[in-house]
């Protein structure tokens, strides 16, 4: 039945695009950004997604209204990518809609049998990058690939069209060092949140886990990095590469590891900065968590604690509060506190904001998606539903949702609340 289902969707989508394998890039574009600005109020959770990881990205020093606008902008880029796929795969010269307008680095490396990882990330549309890259040299790129196998197998058609090979994740570092080795490429889109990686970077201002495989492939093969960054300007693609990354062997692996992806994203990032509307945002590059503890539903990055007023109440939650910590070690924790209380101890959080009133608390910030509303006000919770909180949460409701988990449950222990309805059972000890 499940089969039957995938095969309906890809016939569904095939369709019903067909007619895009047809139309100019510039039309198929302007299409793009009115279904991009539907999709941007059709979408809460995407939206919501995209505004909080804006906000979260505070080097970018954005106003709410910039947020807004580049949220905006970055659905009609995601709804443009989506329509392309019927005229790529129609395409018969793409360097009609894609060049690169510094290549010579690139395939002087290529024409010396050197290999290269090309390193780039979901900007503009990324699709691009392979495919030109395949029209004059020879490599492969890391895919992995979605539930649907119908659908699959044709974006890989898409994919490998100009002479490149899609790899699962899975051969990655088999295949990635089998073909560096023989000089070819390796493009590996590294921009995606991995909190099962030791390594983390600054990204914005923000600590953002990502895989280091690009500086460990750089490092066994002795290859450089090259990141390649695409920007979409009246109706074409424009690639940029970088200068060559290369690796100290002389210096040990895990220091030329930070080294190597350092320098990467901060050049990566640099790019994103020039368009940040071009750029997906809807991803969950701020990922803190891997699904080994807390539920899914509540696995948030940016979590806003609002802390009662009256102070038996609030001395209560203070007391259970490092058992909210526990579940959060490494989220972002913004804490909500009442002025008259901030000599208390408390938790170590990212940021406490002391508050006089309901007023204080009733701000236009996008960054939280999941809230603790100990404060216990319907205003506050319909505030920021409205942003860009997937939950605002109660303790009533975290006593429901425990006792759903596990009947046995305290109800008035607030620790063993917070660990039943926020964690996964066989953590629940």
Sequence with gaps: MRKLGFLITYFFIRFFTIAFAFLPYK???????????????????????????????????LSNKQIKKYAKESFQNLATVVLEYPRFHREKDFESVISCDNPDKAYTLHKNSQGIIFFCGHQANWEVLFLHGNLFMKGIAIGKPIKNP???????????????????????????????????????????GKPDSPYCFSSFGRRGWTSSAPALLAYRTNCPIIIATTKREKGKYIIHHSDPIWPNLNKP???????????????????????????????????????H??????????????LPHEKDKFLHIQKHLPALKKIYPNNFLFLFVPKKYSSFDLIQADEIHFYANLKDILVEDFRFKLVFDFFENETL????????????????????????????VDSNDLSSVFSSALCRTKNME
């Design 27 to 61: 039309l198929i574009h302007q299409i793009g950004k009115f279904l991009g600005n539907i999709a941007y109020y059709l979408m809460p959770k995407y939206r919501k997604r995209a505004l909080s990881n804006l906000s979260l990205a505070t080097e970018l020093k």
């Design 293 to 306: 503890l807390v539920l899914k539903k509540y696995r948030l990055d940016s979590i806003a604690i609002i």
């Design 253 to 291: 692996l895990e220091e030329e590891s930070k080294r190597l992806m350092d320098e990467t994203l901060t050049y990566f990032e640099k790019s994103i900065a020039k368009h940040p509307g071009q750029y997906l945002w809807q991803h969950n590059r701020y990922k803190q968590q891997t699904p």
């Design 381 to 408: 919770k319909k505030h920021f539903l409205n942003l860009s909180a997937f939950d605002v949460l109660k303790i009533k409701d975290l006593q429901k949702r425990a006792f759903k988990n596990n009947s046995n």
């Design 150 to 192: 119908y659908l699959y197998r044709w974006i890989i058609s898409i994919r490998e069209k100009t002479g490149g090979r899609m790899i699962n994740p899975k051969n990655a570092l088999k295949e990635g060092l089998r073909n560096l080795r023989k000089g070819n490429f390796i493009g590996i889109v590294g921009d995606q």
